[in-house]
């Protein structure tokens, strides 16, 4: 149980475009999801937490109006990064966790190369 | 913000032999997580600690969650080529609001040697 689905799993986009990156609880309904980036070689920072139903929270430092969430139901949630540059390019890992557990599961992730 | 510390950055070890790895924070975690992360792939979960003082096994693993609730440590016992990956620590503190997102260690990149 306890499974996230996360698509695609690489894009390649131009730079200016916009990509959409989509999440999904795949056994149980998540209230709450978590967005993380992580560049090669470094840890998972978190981006922002989704929120069903309502404005996602953002980090420190991330720019909202780029980083575009959707929570529009209880099993999936949606990052659309805006305008995208190379310095986006990343690995994109999103997660969730159900109410029976303490422990998050994560997303396979999405590789996003901007060119 | 919470940093996680985590070390060593980078094990090279021979099959068969033990591991141990660990995470200081400098403020309090209401529950700290173990992953493994291989390449091109999101984080799995090994092992979850939810209490300070809790010593917890999964298999050949082994992790504890340090009473002052600002450390933990892993440890592989018997490590096998499956093994390398890299391990990261995470925290998580639960604010009035519900439950924040993960802070995660750096990580540590184990490599075996056969």
């Known amino acids: 149980g306890a499974v996230v689905s996360q698509h695609p799993s690489w894009v390649i986009c131009k730079s200016g475009t916009s990509v959409k990156i989509e999440c999904r609880s795949l056994?149980?309904?998540?209230?709450?999801m978590f967005w993380y980036r992580q560049f090669p070689k470094q840890s998972l920072m978190l981006m922002a937490t989704?929120?069903?139903?309502?404005?996602?929270?953002?980090e420190q430092g991330v720019e909202k109006d780029k980083f575009l969430i959707n929570h529009a139901s209880l099993t999936l949630s949606t990052l659309t990064v805006t305008s995208a540059h190379p310095e986006d390019s990343s690995f994109y890992i999103c997660s969730a966790r159900p109410s029976t557990s303490y422990g998050y599961t994560f997303g396979s992730g999405t590789r996003l190369t901007v060119v | 913000g919470q940093q996680l510390n985590q070390s060593p950055q980078s094990m090279f070890i021979q099959e068969g032999e033990d591991v141990s790895m660990n995470c200081t924070s400098s403020s309090i975690f209401n529950t700290w997580l173990w992953y493994k992360q291989d390449p091109g792939e999101g984080p799995v979960l090994l092992i979850a600690?939810?209490?300070?003082?809790e010593l917890t096994s999964n298999g050949r693993l082994t992790a504890q969650f340090g009473i002052t609730r600002k450390d933990s440590f892993l440890n592989i016992s018997a490590s096998i080529p499956s093994d390398v990956g890299i391990y990261f620590c995470?925290?998580?503190?639960?604010?009035?609001?519900?439950?924040?997102?993960?802070?995660f260690g750096k990580g540590t990149h184990l490599i075996i040697q056969p």
């Open positions: 995470a925290g998580q503190y639960y604010s009035g609001g519900g439950a924040d997102g993960l802070t």
């Open positions: 600690l939810y209490k300070a003082g």
């Open positions: 989704s929120n069903e139903g309502s404005k996602a929270t953002y």
């Open positions: 056994d149980f309904q998540a209230t709450t």
